[in-house]
């Protein structure tokens, strides 16, 4: 019943497990590892097959994402700003690699241009070959590569974009950190149209509950409206749940309503499995203890 | 960075982790063992101070529940059929050994008797020791505890009961099996008040998206009325989230409207961190993926 493993890293055939130092680990079965701590020009990326969560990309031993449960995640992040928006015409995303992000963005007719800024072209090369169905996103039309640093690019734009989303990895990497500060969300703010709306992965809500306080009070630092979005279920990553922060220059703005409403028709059309517009007005009713720890920065 | 550690079991001082056939785990990092594999007179009972989540209960390897994360599930299964019932003043509780069912059915004025059926004296006993915060649950005037078969004490009784809540262990376990089936429910209706109802964990919408879907189909097979509740997030479960299954003899019911709205003062008197108004409304609106594969049963 006993078997000896080894933690943060692959056992071939055996399990991979990411552990934090909040003492909570979640683990996934290898079936076979495809990429083994490749060494890009700035980061670390392993790519395993697991034995029941598809392919899973893992950067700086964190993972990423994995092809059964990434559609909450990247469907919730484009979607809430999207339908939140009344005309979305040009968005731009940072970071986002792996391509799914960018696959939901093209599903709405309103958009026109679709920009990504991703450093590493290593982890797109890698999502082609290994994430198809995220990949996927990259034979858009609507879509143009920059590959450089977010933080540069973004700064040479005033009131570019109508959205804006950050698809970072954990703000508790060096690489990532950058992205999760006052200094980056006033370049973002100023990147932004007036009425524009920004969504940013905002964590766990309950292994990362300081973190999501302060992060809040970040955005609400830049931002006059700045709402938590946590029904996002993920089981691959720690603690099962990310959350977003949706925000937006313009103070009259309601993000809880989206602007357009999905029959099912639409949402067979978009090929939504998780997404529709009951989860976006749900996602925004905050437990009892989220909601008295942030909704202080709400108003 | 790689360490030996033995799986499915405890290491002093390191990991118990719990693995499911599924292919994914959670961990959580072990402080100090304080039971260890203590063989009760129908289970096998372990409890761990974690480095993290306090003390965690373990029964036959599951983790039931964990000190730090063990509100969202036993507010959420004791709020969602008690503020949809009108007047629920007869509560009955099917398991629920560590007491923190009880003590949010006995934050209700309107209640007035509780009833426990526990087959297994050992586990309140181990509560009452190992996990004061829920088992504080048992000091509750309102409570009678009967040490019987869940099923055997449901079928003596007729029409007599507002709320019948099922708090058993997971499906999976020859011990549970039996609360997951119909002619369990059947008995369960028939102890039922005419506009009784009910909430039965239903496990997790993702890692056991097939048994959610028979679960609801076997339920409804018996009530006019059932609905899924996914909105319950505990990290310290495989998948991060567990939902239940609320379900009335009540045909007009609308069980996602709460007859009682709660105040910031109602909410501080009862002491409630996750259950509020709004959250109750939400945990309803399903992603599309659970509504496509459930909602069929629902009318």
């Not at 391509?99 to 309103?110: F, M, Q, V, Y």
């Not at 993920?234 to 999905?262: M, S």
Request: with cysteine.
């Amino acid at each position: 019943m006993s078997t000896d493993i080894e933690i943060e890293g692959f056992v071939l055939g055996r399990y991979f497990e990411q552990w934090e130092e909040e003492g909570i680990a979640v683990g996934l079965e290898v079936d076979e590892i495809i990429l083994e701590e490749e060494e890009s020009e700035y980061q670390e990326i392993s790519i395993f097959k697991s034995k029941t969560f598809g392919n899973v990309l893992v950067i700086d031993e964190v993972i990423q994402c994995t092809e059964r449960d990434e559609f909450p995640y990247h469907e919730m992040m484009a979607h809430l700003p999207l339908f939140s928006h009344p005309n979305p015409e040009k968005v731009l995303i940072i970071g986002g690699g792996d391509g799914g992000a960018i696959r939901e963005i093209a599903k709405h007719p309103l958009v026109k241009e679709i920009h990504q800024c991703e450093l590493d072209k290593f982890v797109i090369d890698t999502a082609k070959k290994y994430l198809p169905k995220s990949a996927i996103g990259y034979s858009s039309p609507k879509l143009t590569i920059h590959l450089e640093d977010g933080i540069k690019f973004i700064n040479r734009y005033s009131e570019e974009f109508d959205v804006i989303i950050t698809d970072c990895s954990d703000y508790d990497l060096d690489s990532s950190r950058p992205f999760y500060e006052q200094d980056y969300y006033k370049k973002v703010n100023k990147a932004l149209k007036p009425n524009g709306i920004i969504c940013s992965l905002a964590e766990c809500m309950f292994t990362d509950f300081e973190f999501m306080k302060t992060f809040t009070k970040t955005i609400r630092s830049v931002f006059p409206v700045v709402r938590y979005a946590y029904g996002i279920y993920i089981p691959g990553y720690i603690g099962g749940q990310c959350g977003f922060l949706v925000a937006t220059k313009d103070k009259t703005k309601v993000l809880e309503e989206p602007v357009r409403q999905l029959t099912d028709e639409d949402i067979k059309d978009m090929n939504l499995r998780y997404y529709n517009t009951a989860t976006h007005k749900a996602c925004f009713a905050l437990p009892q203890y989220v909601k008295e720890a942030i909704e202080k920065y709400y108003f």
